[in-house]
């Protein structure tokens, strides 16, 4: 997927947590690695042998414990947002989301209605004819979009009507499976308006590469 670079700007409040554990992790990484290759360097350059060095027992519970103490200090965040993304926040809205070989079909926020339609690839020949900067999009521009209001708290059902996809939007951080016969649920939140892009994540056949997502928040 051409268009990504290592972050997009953060467009929800997902993908915001998910960049602050991220930057939280490696800064322990990066201590580790520091550390370690000080010592690397220190034991390279002495030309003496350190005995107290390797038969230490201080230094044997000191590098026992440290490292257990840095996997707690990363295990409780990431369970605790593990979990907070799993929260149902009391959505606002609806949206359904079906995977078919190979578009998407959208059902409306009123369930009642039934109000459905499909998302296709919009072929080369014809982003050619509509603007040469839409190029830029190839493979990601769609017919029709998904319209989900920003600031809202957005609850998204996916299932499929074939074989497994998966919804996946890498801006907003959003990625759930669709499966035949089973309804898989996600909420989001996107906080400002834009137009959002994304790719089925999920090997479904020879029509992979051509089913992209394009969401715009009004």
């Known amino acids: 997927m051409h268009y990504y670079n290592i972050f997009l700007n953060s467009s929800s409040i997902t993908i915001s947590v998910m960049e602050e554990f991220h930057d939280y992790t490696n800064l322990f990484l990066s201590m580790i690695i520091t550390f370690i290759l000080m010592i690397i360097v220190k034991l390279t350059m002495s030309k003496f042998t350190n005995y107290n060095f390797k038969e230490n027992t201080n230094l044997e519970i000191i590098w026992t414990i440290l490292p257990m103490l ?15 993304f799993d929260l149902n926040m009391n959505p606002t809205i609806s949206v359904k989301v079906f995977g078919a070989q190979w578009y998407w079909i959208y059902e409306n926020f009123d369930s009642i209605s039934g109000n459905s339609y499909s998302s296709y690839m919009v072929p080369d ?3 050619l004819k509509d603007n040469l900067s839409n190029l830029g999009w190839r493979l990601l521009m769609t017919d029709t979009r998904l319209i989900v209001p920003f600031g809202t708290e957005v609850q998204c059902l996916t299932t499929s009507l074939d074989v497994i996809h998966s919804f996946s939007i890498p801006e907003l951080g959003i990625k759930v499976d669709a499966i035949p016969g089973r309804l898989n649920s996600v909420n989001f939140k996107v906080t400002k308006p834009g137009l959002y892009y994304g790719q089925c994540a999920e090997i479904c056949g020879t029509g992979h590469s051509f089913m992209p997502i394009c969401m715009e928040a009004i």
């Open 70 to 84: 840095i996997l707690c200090l990363i295990a409780y965040p990431s369970l605790y947002y593990l979990y907070l």
């Open 125 to 127: 020949n014809e982003l």
